[in-house]
């Protein structure tokens, strides 16, 4: 965790780019996030901490009612909650989607089995970018293949693919009823949001569910995001997506995030959480989001996807005490393939990927030293990335 900062106004800390709280009153030391970074609006949050501890009604606000409510909360099941598991999407991006066909149809029926939502099959990349010869088909999920996997049966599941502004041709998405694909979820940075909305209506518009995934969520400047999610809010997609994609953020940053996101949605759209495991917080993030009003969930089975991977499936389903989910079926899983794969592909926290994390960094530069010779030589590449 980073430590507080000064801000030259008393009481008054900065924490991960979050205002905090801290001061004593009446010998009680309290040290609490003001969940923005707004320095206005923290200054208007902490005069009103400030004079219910003063006037003793901070304590008794803080056992009999926050504590109480989400401890209660913890327990309960949330039928609202939907599980995205993009195991050959992420995962994918470690071993450019070669997956055996076994792989993909054992991934396939553990998921059905344990009553997960949604699985998530990979890219609909332009084949002209990413060739075939180098990139498994799970990387461009042509509709030929798709059918072939899926077409003669009920799958029991929803599909989704994940379509990259400037790396996917709108023609390669066909009429949704053509398709055994259910959603097209669209991935883009700040500064190509009206081309993720533009593809989205055209999604939209051919019959599917249509999820933005606004990614690098950590490195975008305050009036950016806002503005942004001002966009988004007004537009007509079904979800968007909460993305820390460097795995930087802390729980606080979050609920505050959270918070604006929810804030911003116009038309009922659902907010949706893809977290990673950089700082070991994807699956504390995640349940985070879920406490905080998040209702598509993604992870993925051991944890794996690009660099320090996801929040684990198992994890997850465990924690959301849904008699519809089943844990067996996705350990069986990870047993029988995720364990056998880690032979060969190498995911999952790692002391490279928390420096880029803590950095609020892009992991290639961990993961090009993780797939080099001098792989825990975590000092030096904590040496280098620091003399930067």
């Not at 997850?316 to 047993?335: M, S, T, W, Y």
Request: net charge negative; hydrophobic share 35%; charged share 25%.
């Amino acid at each position: 965790m980073s430590t507080f900062e000064g801000t030259g106004i008393k009481n008054l800390k900065l924490r991960g780019g979050i205002y905090y709280w801290r001061q004593k009153v009446g010998g009680i030391q309290y040290s609490e996030s003001l969940q923005t970074q707004d320095q206005e609006e923290a200054l208007v949050r902490m005069a009103e901490k400030a004079t219910a501890a003063k006037g003793g009604t901070h304590l008794k606000e803080k056992k009999m009612t926050k504590q109480k409510d989400i401890s209660s909360e913890s327990v309960d099941c949330w039928p609202q909650l939907k599980v995205l598991d993009c195991t050959v999407r992420d995962g994918g991006l470690m071993n450019n989607h070669q997956f055996s066909d076994d792989f993909v149809r054992t991934v396939h029926k553990n998921l059905v089995a344990a009553g997960v939502d949604y699985m998530e099959l990979g890219y609909k990349a332009d084949k002209k970018m990413f060739s075939p010869d180098e990139y498994g088909l799970w990387k461009s999920c042509d509709e030929d293949a798709l059918n072939r996997f899926f077409g003669e049966e009920d799958p029991g599941i929803k599909f989704s693919v994940m379509a990259d502004v400037g790396r996917t041709t709108e023609s390669d998405i066909v009429q949704a009823d053509q398709s055994v694909l259910d959603l097209i979820r669209v991935a883009c940075y700040i500064h190509q949001i009206p081309a993720a909305m533009d593809m989205a209506k055209d999604a939209k518009d051919k019959g599917y569910e249509v999820a933005i995934n606004l990614m690098a969520i950590s490195t975008v400047p305050e009036f950016e995001l806002n503005k942004g999610l001002e966009m988004i809010g007004k537009s007509h997609v079904d979800m968007l997506y909460l993305v820390d994609s460097f795995g930087s953020l802390y729980y606080e940053q979050i609920e505050d995030l959270m918070r604006r996101y929810k804030g911003a949605m116009e038309n009922g759209q659902q907010i949706g959480i893809h977290a990673h495991n950089n700082q070991q917080m994807a699956y504390v993030n995640t349940i985070c989001c879920a406490i905080n009003g998040a209702t598509m969930l993604d992870s993925t089975l051991d944890g794996m996807g690009r660099g320090a991977g996801n929040c684990p499936t198992e994890l997850l389903l465990g924690f959301l005490r849904n008699p519809k989910f089943h844990q067996r079926p996705i350990i069986d899983a990870v047993e029988k393939l995720m364990v056998p794969m880690r032979e060969t592909v190498d995911w999952g926290y790692s002391v490279p990927y928390m420096i880029t994390g803590q950095m609020n960094e892009h992991p290639r530069t961990a993961i090009k030293v993780r797939e080099g010779d001098q792989k825990n030589a975590f000092l030096k590449f904590y040496d280098e990335m620091n003399d930067q």
